[in-house]
């Protein structure tokens, strides 16, 4: 993600600069009064990109947790569509057996049981 602050120097002029619109012209606390306004403008755009990026992790980890907890919902019904398709084998398995073994009777004795 870029970011949108930008500054420039003005002019040559030692200590001048040009900020844009998106940009806190005000240092940020950890900047002491005597600081050089080039360098309380570069600290608080780092400090900006640094809030972005930790946003975005945050952002990130929520996309993963959500997509984890997607994969355990399709496991388990993967598990469960597997029980089934078990027990729906098992059941046709036992089937054909009965109508196996009712065919391999004599045929006299599939009349009279």
């Known amino acids: 993600m870029a970011s ?4 420039t120097l003005g002019d040559g002029v030692p200590g ?3 900020v844009s619109h998106g940009t806190d012209t005000r240092p940020p606390d950890s900047v002491s009064s005597g ?10 755009t780092l400090s900006q990109a640094v809030e972005m990026l930790r946003q975005d992790v945050e952002r990130e980890r929520d ?7 997607r994969t355990d919902e399709l496991l388990h019904e993967l598990a469960d569509a597997r029980t089934v398709a078990m027990i ?14 009712e065919r391999r009777r004599p045929w006299w004795r599939r009349w009279f049981r």
């Open 4 to 7: 949108d602050i930008t500054f």
């Open 16 to 18: 001048c600069a040009e």
């Open 35 to 44: 600081t050089d306004p080039l360098t309380a403008i570069g600290i608080q």
């Open 63 to 69: 996309r993963a947790d959500q997509a984890e907890r």
């Open 88 to 101: 729906s084998g098992s059941e046709a398995a036992a089937r054909l057996a009965l109508l196996t073994d």
